[in-house]
């Protein structure tokens, strides 16, 4: 949560940051800043609100520096506001700081520093930071010894990128459970808490580990541990074009990336299927096969969306490899003391791979010995890099706060790790060879449902004024019920609920009457009889159906009131192509709400506090 952008170099940076924050947007936006420094000058904007908000402010002052930073907020502590947005200062205003991440011991420290006669404005955690280096300046300490002393006494997690007037020649960033890259330009550097700010100008980054602490200069940088050792960091090139993160003439990122996912699945197969032999290839856990095939069980722990993904990984897993999988909610996880064991593989699903809560299960898991995968999408993240080893989803740049193709990349990879373990247990080559042709044809598939994008913005004509949804599904389409809830009530803000269908009538079923919409997810598969009685008794008691079947079907459509439907595929495939409809249904709901869609309010894109 929490985007922060960092330059020094030759040029104005005030654009250079006002585009960098807009980029991390989908980080948070409950408030934005920068600040910058300019010879004599040091001037902090900052407001409530959107980087737009930002950008007007600063167009009316014309201001302009070769250093600055900027920062766009997820709130913690403190409710949105100006005064809690950052950058925060040092009392003379020539020291500005922002942060990601939570500082847990601000109150002793801050009592510790009103005692010393410092005066606190906002009631953010950060401004405790700010005026505890201020406080080691005071000691003669260099900002960058100043840095470090202050950050040895915080407890907590902090991306931070701090610059002060009287050394006006850097950028000091450090790092603990926040993610920190800089991007290496010539006579110019820059700083972000992802690469999405910086790839308009370098593709060269370096990322900061854990504990990692850097003095950026416009030529040169040197990094450190916080305990003061020096480290030599590699640069890395990153392969993401700007194309990729702008909204190629859609009005929002989300349907730009529902748009996307034949392409983004097809990325996730790519090189990966050999039709010969039944299997999939896995480059990420290679000299791992062994230890996963035989794992006496496997976790999945996963957050929200990626959550749901791992529900649809347990039934692929047990069902086709025969190995007892467990799903826990990561931010469970950590804190109730798993039995785990070396003979065990957790799986670690997170689009962004900077989630606190899955970030912190990892951390658990690979204490206790067990073998940690990370499914991940953002190469390079923290989950990635701290996994044993792991498989790119490669959907690409996901922005749209609402996770869309992440999902389906996601459940495109857990079928390949299902391939690959099940093919070396009890699946057939004949069985695998299938399992291969479905995914072959897999994005022609939700081509088909795409193209009935206008069919569904009108079905959601019909439910755009509806304050409750049920969604129910069964086997694999139960996790696709909760993924469809999800999607609907996190941008639209209609209250909605996923269940396994044949759970409704121990509870839910009492909600329904005839302003009860009911989502079923009811393709023809081994409990397709069962789910029919099931839209029987909400037909019963006059709810209103909207179902999800396949193109054959020809039972459904009389006993419901609105239709979609999708091609067959392979069953445990099947969650790719339903819950494709509910993503679209979701969005133009929201947007016939005049909701902004890709920036729901309270949340952010990258959790990265627990
Ligand atoms: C929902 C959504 C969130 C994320 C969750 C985990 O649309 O995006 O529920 O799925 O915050 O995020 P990652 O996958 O980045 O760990």
């Known amino acids: 949560m929490c985007g922060i952008v960092g330059y020094i170099g030759e040029n104005n940076c005030v654009p250079i940051l006002i585009e960098g924050l807009k980029r991390l947007e989908y980080r948070g936006y409950d408030s934005a800043g920068i600040g910058i420094i300019n010879h004599d000058e040091c001037r902090v904007v900052k407001t409530k609100g959107k980087v737009s908000e930002l ?16 920062h766009t907020r997820w709130a913690t502590h403190g409710e949105p506001s100006m005064v809690n947005a950052h950058p925060h200062l040092n009392t003379d205003h ?3 700081l922002i942060h990601n991440g939570i500082i847990e011991n601000y109150l002793s420290l801050k009592k510790g520093l009103e005692k010393e006669g410092y005066v606190f404005k906002s009631e953010t955690d950060t401004e405790v930071l700010a005026h505890l280096i201020d406080h080691y300046l005071k000691m003669k300490h260099s900002l960058f010894q100043a840095v470090r002393y202050a950050l040895n006494e915080v407890e907590g997690t902090y991306g931070i990128c701090v610059i002060y007037k009287r050394e006006p020649d850097k950028i000091i960033v450090a790092r603990k459970g926040s993610p920190l890259v800089i991007g290496i330009g010539e006579n110019e550097n820059f700083v972000a808490s992802d690469v999405n700010a910086l790839i308009a100008h370098t593709k060269q980054v370096v990322y900061l580990e854990d504990g990692e602490i850097a003095e950026v200069y416009k030529d040169s940088f040197t990094t450190k541990t916080i305990s003061d050792e020096t480290i030599i960091k590699e640069i890395h090139q990153v392969d993401i074009g700007i194309d990729e993160i702008s909204k190629g003439g859609y009005p929002h990122f989300m349907l730009k990336e529902i748009m996307d996912q034949p392409e983004s699945i097809y990325n996730s197969l790519r090189g990966r299927l050999v039709y010969n032999e039944g299997i999939s290839k896995l480059g990420g856990l290679q000299g791992f096969e062994e230890r996963i095939i035989n794992s006496n069980r496997i976790l999945i722990s996963a957050c929200g969306t990626s959550w749901h993904a791992a529900l649809v990984g347990e039934y692929m897993i047990e069902q086709y490899a025969g ?49 940690c995968l990370g499914v991940c999408n953002v ?105 469809g809830a999800l999607k609907l009530k996190e941008i639209s803000y209609i209250h909605a609920e996923g269940y396994p269908a044949a759970e409704m009538k121990h509870g839910p079923i009492a909600l329904i009457d005839d302003n009860m919409p009911v989502v079923f997810i009811a393709t023809q598969d081994s409990v397709y009889d069962k789910i029919i009685s099931n839209i029987q008794e909400v037909k019963a008691r006059k709810g209103r159906i909207l179902a999800i079947v396949n193109e054959e079907d020809e039972q459904i459509e009389n006993m419901v009131d609105h239709i979609i439907r999708v091609p067959k595929t392979h069953n445990m495939l099947t969650p790719i192509l339903t819950v494709i409809p509910l993503q679209l249904l979701a969005y133009h709901i929201a947007v016939k709400k005049g909701l902004n869609v890709d920036q729901p309010r309270n949340l952010a894109k990258s959790v990265t506090v627990e």
């Open 323 to 371: 190995i007892p999988v467990e799903v826990e909610y990561a931010s469970e996880f950590r804190y109730r003391h798993p039995i785990i064991s070396k003979d065990d593989t957790v799986i670690f699903i997170s689009q962004s791979g900077e989630t606190a809560d899955t970030l912190a299960a990892l951390k658990e898991a690979k204490k206790k010995g067990a073998l």
């Open 379 to 483: 190469v390079g993240s923290s989950i990635a890099r701290e996994s044993d080893a792991g498989v790119y989803i490669h959907a690409g740049p996901e922005i749209g706060v609402a996770s869309t193709k992440a999902f389906t990349a996601q459940l495109t990879v857990l079928a390949l790790i299902t391939l690959l373990i099940a093919r070396r247990r009890n699946l057939s080559l004949p069985e695998g060879q299938e399992v291969i042709k479905e995914l072959q044809q897999i994005t022609n598939k939700v081509e088909i449902i795409l193209k009935q994008n206008e069919y569904i913005e009108k079905i959601a004509d019909q439910y755009v004024n509806c304050r409750n949804f049920l969604y129910l599904g069964r086997g694999y389409n139960f996790p696709v019920a909760l993924e």
């Open 55 to 70: 950008e007007n402010l600063i167009s009316e002052i014309q201001i302009e520096s070769n250093l600055g930073i900027g």
């Open 94 to 96: 020539t020291l500005f």
